[in-house]
């Protein structure tokens, strides 16, 4: 052989040797790839299935706007996470919800300010109503509602925290609220009854923050659609009248929660049939039933 064809021989030889290998590679997975590699590159396709909320967090975020509310919010916390997330998403779901049983048996004393860095102050707490009828304390069916809430939720897969678990402990609206800011939670749900010198007064409302809220207009949209969902699962499965979506920027604690807040306040304590239904087990299951269907909604489920 010339040295040119000896040339070309072990070039050709080269060109079909790579060719085989590379052919190789895409249909078998074997060759050339130590095992590493070969479970690298299968990852993406593999945790793309397990994972349909990243995709959808990533789909939103093509499309920012500021009225995009809570679920691209709290998809977006979920992928900065990380890992921890990621286990969770397994078998649980990826939220964490902190629930405040309104007031308690030993009122926090003093004043706070109305929302950060406001100079105007209001009660750290109040001691609450009690029912017309029945005389139960707020404080104590907030507490009983808020503990089936809690194991509602977490058989639905969610992550809870109470702020109190007992009656005894005094709390101030900023120390609930931080409570839920610590925790970065992804709702934070305020179980409350309601007062009226009306004793015809009856039904479920919740309260949210305004538009123009001076300390967290951000959060908004993520208040009113969590206010929306819960008011109207609440009074669709408990069958109350629905009272409205009270909008207001005067409940500390609200405008010091970082996260999407509603206060839901569950029925009129003041009314003395909705005060003794209140009280009944059937009732109360069907408020927490609603409630839980109504943050369910909120997260998309
Ligand atoms: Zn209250």
Redesign the pocket.
Same mark, same amino acid.
């Given at each position: 052989m010339t040295k040119l064809k000896k040339i070309f021989f072990v070039l050709l030889c080269t060109a079909l040797f790579l060719t085989g290998c590379s052919e190789e590679a895409q249909d078998t997975d074997k060759p050339v790839q130590s095992e590493n590699q070969t479970a690298e590159t299968k990852k993406p396709a593999d945790t793309e299935k397990k994972k349909p909320k990243t995709k959808q967090a990533e789909n939103t975020e093509e499309k920012p706007s500021d009225k995009e509310v809570s679920k691209a919010d709290t998809e977006d916390k979920g992928e900065e996470k990380g890992e921890d997330e990621e286990k969770k998403e397994d078998s649980e779901k990826a939220q964490t919800i902190v629930i405040d049983p +309104? @007031?308690s048996a030993v009122t926090a004393e003093g004043t706070e300010p109305l929302g950060p860095g406001s100079s105007e102050y209001k009660s750290a707490d109040t001691g +609450?109503?009690s029912g017309v009828s029945s005389k139960v304390p707020?404080y104590e069916l907030t507490l009983s509602i808020s503990r089936q809430l809690k194991q509602v939720l977490e058989k639905r897969g969610y992550t809870v925290i109470m702020t109190r678990d007992t009656n005894d402990v005094p709390l101030s609206c900023v120390q609930r609220a931080e409570i839920a800011n610590n925790a970065d939670a992804d709702a934070y749900i305020r179980i @409350?009854?309601n007062g009226s010198e009306d004793q015809s007064a009856n039904g479920a409302m919740t309260i949210c923050t305004t538009p123009q809220n001076p300390y967290i207009s951000e959060l908004y949209s993520a208040n009113r659609l969590l206010s929306d969902c819960i008011l109207n699962k609440l009074c669709e499965t408990a069958g109350c009248r629905r009272e409205r979506v009270w909008e207001t920027d005067t409940m500390s604690g609200n405008n010091w929660s970082k996260v999407p807040t509603t206060i839901a306040e569950i029925g009129y304590m003041s009314n003395p049939q909705e005060d003794m239904k209140m009280q009944t087990p059937e009732y109360q299951s069907q408020i927490v039933q609603g409630i839980a269907k109504g943050i369910d909604t909120y997260f998309g489920y």
């Amino acid at each position: 052989m010339t040295k040119l064809k000896k040339i070309f021989f072990v070039l050709l030889c080269t060109a079909l040797f790579l060719t085989g290998c590379s052919e190789e590679a895409q249909d078998t997975d074997k060759p050339v790839q130590s095992e590493n590699q070969t479970a690298e590159t299968k990852k993406p396709a593999d945790t793309e299935k397990k994972k349909p909320k990243t995709k959808q967090a990533e789909n939103t975020e093509e499309k920012p706007s500021d009225k995009e509310v809570s679920k691209a919010d709290t998809e977006d916390k979920g992928e900065e996470k990380g890992e921890d997330e990621e286990k969770k998403e397994d078998s649980e779901k990826a939220q964490t919800i902190v629930i405040d049983p +309104g @007031h308690s048996a030993v009122t926090a004393e003093g004043t706070e300010p109305l929302g950060p860095g406001s100079s105007e102050y209001k009660s750290a707490d109040t001691g +609450g109503t009690s029912g017309v009828s029945s005389k139960v304390p707020e404080y104590e069916l907030t507490l009983s509602i808020s503990r089936q809430l809690k194991q509602v939720l977490e058989k639905r897969g969610y992550t809870v925290i109470m702020t109190r678990d007992t009656n005894d402990v005094p709390l101030s609206c900023v120390q609930r609220a931080e409570i839920a800011n610590n925790a970065d939670a992804d709702a934070y749900i305020r179980i @409350h009854a309601n007062g009226s010198e009306d004793q015809s007064a009856n039904g479920a409302m919740t309260i949210c923050t305004t538009p123009q809220n001076p300390y967290i207009s951000e959060l908004y949209s993520a208040n009113r659609l969590l206010s929306d969902c819960i008011l109207n699962k609440l009074c669709e499965t408990a069958g109350c009248r629905r009272e409205r979506v009270w909008e207001t920027d005067t409940m500390s604690g609200n405008n010091w929660s970082k996260v999407p807040t509603t206060i839901a306040e569950i029925g009129y304590m003041s009314n003395p049939q909705e005060d003794m239904k209140m009280q009944t087990p059937e009732y109360q299951s069907q408020i927490v039933q609603g409630i839980a269907k109504g943050i369910d909604t909120y997260f998309g489920y």
